[in-house]
């Protein structure tokens, strides 16, 4: 399957301090990617879609200000979370969408966040 | 509206017995995608196997299969020989091309018992 690669894999920050999550598709292009954000024992939720050029689409409830979302080219996408509180320590996860074959998404191996 | 609902939350199966895992949806796309995913305790989520709304046939992933049932609107994944390594929480999801997203179940815990 594709490979999509996550950049950090782990990260702690201070309260009001803003973190870079990087999400690559590292064997082919990805014109959409999506980011989701999962708590303990829960499903995943889905925060953004992010297509390559233009715009994320966020879901609703979901604050653009704050989690701020680049698609820079067909392989990286960022996710940015600005002045993190302990209430967005969460793991996130991305994925790209192959829109050929089974027209699945593949994930990246997730962030966990953790805000002091 | 899209909506996924699988109605176990936890699952034990014994090591090299076939197990099955339900999932139902509804949806109003004319088209659309069902699929299953894996995630272990590391966190990653795993492709396990997918299923096209038009697609005729069952499909088939090594030991994974989907039973699809359209006019039920049901998507059963089965797994057969469990093993160990199959304990897991497993998600089906259903892409609605109307709206170019995935919309996830709240998941299964499967544990295989040696």
């Known amino acids: 399957g594709a490979v999509v690669s996550q950049h950090p894999s782990r990260v702690i920050c201070k309260s009001g301090t803003s973190v870079k999550i990087e999400c690559r598709s590292l064997?082919?292009?990805?014109?959409?990617m999506f980011w989701y954000r999962q708590f303990p024992k829960q499903s995943l939720m889905l925060m953004a879609t992010?297509?390559?050029?233009?715009?994320?689409?966020?879901e609703q409830g979901v604050e653009k200000d704050k989690f701020l979302i680049n698609h820079a080219s067909l392989t990286l996408s960022t996710l940015t979370v600005t002045s993190a509180h302990p209430e967005d320590s969460s793991f996130y996860i991305c994925?790209?969408?192959?829109?050929?074959?089974?027209?699945?998404?593949?994930f990246g191996p997730g962030t966990r966040l953790t805000v002091l | 509206a899209q909506k996924i609902t699988q109605t176990q939350p936890g699952m034990f199966v014994q090591e090299k017995e076939a197990v099955t895992l339900d999932c139902t949806y509804d949806t109003s796309d004319p088209s659309y995608g069902l699929f299953w995913y894996k995630q272990p305790s590391s966190g990653e989520m795993i492709f396990l196997i997918y299923q096209g709304s038009y697609d005729q046939q069952n499909a088939t992933e090594g030991r994974y299969s989907l039973n699809f049932q359209k006019a039920r609107k049901s998507a059963n994944l089965v797994i057969s020989a469990s093993q160990l390594g199959d304990s897991a929480m497993y998600f089906c999801a259903i892409l609605s091309y109307n709206f170019n997203k995935f919309y996830f179940g709240s998941g299964t815990k499967l544990n295989v018992k040696p």
């Open positions: 064997d082919f292009q990805a014109t959409t």
């Open positions: 992010s297509n390559e050029g233009s715009k994320a689409t966020y």
């Open positions: 994925s790209a969408r192959v829109r050929q074959g089974t027209d699945t998404q593949y």
